[in-house]
């Protein structure tokens, strides 16, 4: 993609995704696929949601990082990771920004941040087919954009 397509994509990505979105996360379990449905915010090519780590999800995000996402003419590989409890003070900027975005519901008995075991899940995006009005955006998630 030339340096226009990638600002495009960027402002796309941001205008669909930089708010509460609901996305579908697959994951695999010995090669058997896993989909579901999560609330998630994007940023800076990764998705973020906060979910609990004894979830399937995350006991298979352990054992196979390896994720695909989907929703609104979007579809992607990535990376997924645990960074850790909402209240760590390596994501209190962060935190405080899903608490915002998640504000309609994270407060409403869906997340206990007293719990140990909720975490924030980041997944990185590596690879990724957006479409907008009959173009296509093939997207490199990885590459260096400051050059």
Same mark, same amino acid.
Request: hydrophobic share 35%; net charge negative.
């Given at each position: 993609?030339?340096?226009?397509?990638?600002?495009?994509?960027?402002?796309?990505?941001?205008?669909?995704?930089? /708010?509460?979105?609901?996305?579908?996360?697959?994951?695999?379990?010995?090669?058997?696929?896993?989909?579901? &449905?999560?609330?998630?915010?994007?940023?800076?090519?990764?998705?973020?949601?906060?979910?609990?780590?004894?979830?399937?999800?995350?006991?298979? &995000?352990?054992?196979?990082?390896?994720?695909?996402?989907?929703?609104?003419?979007?579809?992607?590989?990535?990376?997924?990771?645990? &960074?850790?409890?909402?209240?760590?003070?390596?994501?209190?900027?962060?935190?405080?920004?899903?608490?915002?975005?998640?504000?309609?519901?994270?407060?409403?008995?869906?997340?206990?941040?007293?719990?140990?075991?909720?975490?924030?899940?980041?997944?990185?995006?590596?690879?990724? &087919?957006?479409?907008? /009005?009959?173009?296509?955006?093939?997207?490199?998630?990885?590459?260096?954009?400051?050059?």
């Amino acid at each position: 993609m030339d340096k226009e397509d990638i600002i495009k994509a960027q402002e796309i990505m941001a205008e669909r995704f930089g /708010h509460d979105s609901l996305i579908s996360v697959a994951t695999a379990n010995e090669e058997i696929p896993h989909v579901r &449905i999560v609330n998630s915010y994007y940023e800076n090519g990764s998705f973020y949601t906060v979910t609990y780590a004894l979830s399937n999800k995350m006991k298979q &995000i352990t054992k196979n990082s390896k994720v695909a996402v989907c929703g609104e003419w979007f579809t992607a590989h990535g990376i997924g990771e645990n &960074i850790g409890h909402p209240c760590d003070e390596r994501n209190s900027e962060l935190a405080a920004k899903l608490r915002e975005v998640f504000s309609q519901w994270y407060y409403n008995g869906h997340t206990d941040e007293s719990d140990p075991n909720t975490c924030i899940l980041r997944i990185r995006l590596t690879d990724g &087919i957006l479409f907008n /009005h009959g173009t296509r955006y093939d997207i490199d998630f990885t590459a260096d954009r400051t050059k």
